[in-house]
Nanobody, 128 residues
């Protein structure tokens, strides 16, 4: 099994930046597709971004393309989501998630998708 620990949320003004981190343990990091979902109360969980380290496959939700960057360090078993030019509509609880082993990022493109493993959420609040 994979355990995921997310951190890095906070309060920021519109136009600001935050970097989320997701540290994985308990499995071979390379074999998993790891990324982020976000959810606001009353709305469906939506996929934000994903990375599959071994194939370097990336996924970004259209609304975050050009503003968010996902990266990973296999030695540190960590995935980061650098979020720049944040907007109020980016405010949500962000969840780190993983699919695998030998998972792919396609699930992260499906709102409401239930990935195999989840970390606790981290709250991102963007004020206008």
């Amino acid at each position: 099994d994979v355990q995921l620990q997310a951190s890095g949320g906070g309060l920021v003004q519109a136009g600001g930046s935050l970097r989320l981190a997701c540290v994985a343990s308990g499995a071979t990091f390379d074999d998993y597709a790891i990324g982020w979902f976000r959810q606001v109360p009353g709305k469906e969980r939506e996929g934000v971004s994903c990375i599959r380290s071994t194939t370097r496959k990336l996924y970004y939700r259209d609304s975050v393309k050009g503003r968010f960057t996902i990266s990973s360090d296999n030695a540190k078993k960590t995935v980061w989501l650098q979020m720049n030019n944040l907007k109020p509509e980016d405010s949500a609880v962000y969840y780190c998630a993983a699919d695998g082993p030998y998972g792919a990022c396609f699930g992260f493109a499906r709102d409401g998708y239930k990935a195999d493993y989840w970390g606790r959420g981290t709250l991102v609040t963007v004020s206008s």
